[in-house]
């Protein structure tokens, strides 16, 4: 008895586990797939009806003003490509008339000099005081001519390869510290050429010059970035920068004027019209700061772009001149 009793406990036992846990793992598991399925999908309809439009609005919006900015920064990358292609182009220029000035042009020559006082003991009041003049050295000037073409050459090939980057932010910035570091390179050199050209080969008043076309380069920049983001002109700058740079060409233009009226031999030709070209060209730098600094036109690549044609364009006619003058 207690054998078949233990036996029935046991079959008991073992369907009463079995019945529970079918009802518990397929009944509740069932009704909550349902019911998430049903949760789902019922409120997805609304949210996309509601907010599908302004998404829609604001997506078009931002599609119009990126490319309404990239069709802007085109703009502009297109004219930094073309002014850099410029000055490649006037780099290689500038070697080819180095070249060309060693190869063609046959030697002038000019003297830089100290003037000093002195005491003149063949007169017959041994205080009386004399201009005395002691020559320093005798240099020639095709060589300097040389010289600064391929110094404009060096420079213009570094500013558009390895300083590209630097140079196209200073335009950006609408202060090109590169422009006016060149500048009062070549206006030194280009200055002292055309003194000792005319005959002012006093080594004291060729410094002086070179001083005030150093001054006249730093105001010049300080005119630039004064008026970069400024809606009004400062002309401070921009006029000290002008009034330094005419006091410069003082000294040339009268012993240039002198000689041609006072001396009994006149200059060469060819000096008269290297001066002229020379004078016209720093007039042109002049015209082109002052249309800028004016405001009437803000575009600062475009007042780059004239600045290397103007300095170009004047280079190339100085070595026509000597050039047709002074071929060998």
């Known amino acids: 008895m207690s054998e078949k009793s233990n036996k029935s406990t046991k079959k008991t036992t073992k369907k009463a586990v079995k019945k529970p846990a079918k009802k518990v793992t397929k009944a509740p598991a069932k009704k909550a797939t349902t019911k998430v399925t049903k949760n789902t999908k019922a409120p997805t309809p609304a949210v996309s009806n509601e ?9 078009v919006i931002k599609q119009k003003a990126s490319a309404l900015a ?11 490509v073309k002014l850099n292609s410029l000055v490649s182009s006037s780099a290689l220029i500038y ?22 006082q002195t005491k003149d003991y063949l007169a017959q009041n041994p205080q009386q005081q004399l201009l005395g003049v002691k020559d320093l050295f005798t240099v020639d000037l095709r060589w300097v001519l040389v010289g600064l073409l391929i110094i404009s050459a060096v420079c213009y090939a570094i500013t558009a390869t390895k300083k ?3 140079y196209e932010k200073s335009l950006k910035n609408k202060a090109s510290a590169p422009r006016w570091i060149y ?16 005959g002012l080969n006093d080594l004291a008043v060729l410094k002086m010059s070179a001083g005030l076309i150093v001054a006249t380069v730093v105001l010049g920049f300080i005119s630039d970035r004064n008026n ?3 809606k009004k002109s400062d002309w401070l700058a921009s006029i000290a920068s002008l009034f330094t740079g005419v006091v410069a060409w003082v000294a040339i233009c009268g012993a240039t004027v002198g000689t041609y009226i006072l001396a009994t031999d ?7 019209v290297v001066s002229a070209v020379v004078v016209l060209g720093f007039v042109g730098f002049a015209v082109n700061q002052y249309r800028y600094v004016s405001g009437k036109n803000k575009d600062f690549i475009y007042y ?7 300095d170009l364009v004047t280079k190339i006619l100085v070595y026509v001149v000597l050039a047709i003058a002074l071929h060998k």
């Open 266 to 272: 006149n200059l060469a030709w060819y000096v008269y």
């Open 228 to 230: 970069a983001n400024s």
């Open 304 to 310: 780059e772009r004239n600045f290397v044609r103007i």
């Open 95 to 116: 070697v080819l008339l180095g070249v060309l000035t060693a190869l063609v042009i046959k030697p002038f020559y000019g003297t830089v000099s100290v003037y000093y």
């Open 70 to 80: 990239s069709r802007f920064g085109n703009k502009d990358n297109e004219k930094l």
């Open 164 to 166: 590209r980057g630097m």
């Open 51 to 59: 907010g599908a439009k302004s998404p829609a609005i604001f997506s």
């Open 183 to 198: 500048l009062g390179i070549s206006s030194v050199i280009t200055l002292t050429f055309v003194g000792l050209l005319v």
